[in-house]
């Protein structure tokens, strides 16, 4: 395997997991960036509030193409950072069909503390507190999983494990 050895299929830490999820969100503002330019100069878009829901489904789209990919390679460039790879059950790396199950199933982030601000019609840092209460409840929930995995990783038939990163 050319990106290390896999050590077991034993999930990684929750820190870590977590530490790679915020690397993750730091390395999308780059593909926020370019995907946003590339959008607003293809549809000559002259002020952020224009477009901005044919905005959020290019983005939806843009952010898809970019996790089925590398999650059918393996991992992500946060994830090789972190030494974490991303399996299906039987221990093989993803389909891309498997990868888009796990992209949508990965939105249960998100959407729960969106609909509930939307709902609600939260703004601002009430909305924040609502986002950060979830996912770190969402986290947490991993800890009742009997092999400690996410469970939108249980419920696209995926895992994340362990890998021992290669020798220089």
Same mark, same amino acid.
């Given at each position: 395997?050319?990106?290390?050895?896999?050590?077991?299929? &034993?999930?990684?830490?929750?820190?870590?997991?977590?530490?790679?999820?915020?690397?993750?969100?730091?390395?999308?503002?780059?593909?926020v960036f370019i995907a946003g330019y590339l959008f607003?100069?293809?549809?000559?878009?002259?002020?952020?509030?224009?477009?901005?829901?044919?905005?959020?489904?290019?983005?939806?789209? &843009?952010?898809?193409?970019?996790?089925?990919?590398?999650?059918?390679?393996?991992?992500?460039?946060?994830?090789? %950072?972190?030494?974490?790879?991303?399996?299906? #059950?039987?221990?093989?790396?993803? %389909?891309?069909?498997?990868?888009?199950?796990?992209?949508?199933?990965?939105?249960?982030?998100? #959407?729960?503390?969106?609909?509930?601000?939307?709902?609600?019609?939260?703004?601002?840092?009430?909305?924040?507190?609502?986002?950060?209460?979830?996912?770190? &409840?969402?986290?947490?929930?991993?800890?009742?999983?009997?092999?400690?995995?996410?469970?939108?990783?249980? #419920?696209?038939g995926t895992q994340l494990i362990n890998v021992k990163?290669?020798?220089?």
């Amino acid at each position: 395997m050319p990106i290390g050895a896999v050590t077991a299929f &034993v999930a990684p830490g929750l820190m870590r997991r977590m530490a790679c999820w915020l690397y993750e969100g730091m390395l999308l503002f780059g593909v926020v960036f370019i995907a946003g330019y590339l959008f607003g100069t293809l549809s000559q878009t002259k002020n952020a509030m224009d477009n901005r829901h044919a905005l959020q489904a290019f983005l939806f789209v &843009v952010f898809g193409i970019y996790f089925v990919w590398l999650w059918s390679k393996g991992q992500t460039l946060a994830m090789k %950072t972190w030494h974490i790879l991303v399996l299906d #059950l039987n221990g093989q790396p993803l %389909t891309q069909t498997r990868a888009l199950v796990r992209y949508f199933c990965s939105w249960l982030w998100f #959407l729960p503390p969106l609909m509930v601000s939307w709902l609600t019609e939260l703004k601002g840092g009430e909305a924040i507190v609502i986002f950060i209460g979830w996912v770190a &409840v969402w986290a947490v929930l991993s800890r009742f999983h009997p092999r400690q995995q996410f469970w939108h990783d249980a #419920l696209a038939g995926t895992q994340l494990i362990n890998v021992k990163p290669k020798a220089s």
